[in-house]
């Protein structure tokens, strides 16, 4: 329910940006303020997680190893899309 949800808000705030003059939200950067709530928010609930917080150390590990393969996946694809695209 949650993930329809959030599909829903995605493409409201699509097809608001799309057909509604959105030149205010560029020149008072309020993407930028609402992302860094978000990202305090976040904290906070993370932070007051325990079960979170104690697992941690494996957290960070498989998000650093999924990272970092797609980081190489990107990079390998775009080298190869490169190459091909040119000849």
Do not use: C
Request: aromatic share 18%.
């Amino acid at each position: 329910m949650l993930l329809l949800v959030l599909i829903l808000l995605f493409f409201l705030g699509f097809f608001v940006g799309r057909f509604l003059r959105t030149d205010w939200i560029r020149k008072y950067k309020v993407l930028i303020v609402l992302t860094f709530l978000l990202l305090f928010a976040l904290g906070i609930e993370i932070g007051s997680n325990d079960d979170v917080v104690s697992k941690l150390e494996s957290i960070l590990f498989s998000s650093f190893m999924v990272s970092t393969f797609a980081i190489l996946g990107s990079f390998i694809f775009a080298v190869i899309f490169e190459r091909v695209s040119k000849k």
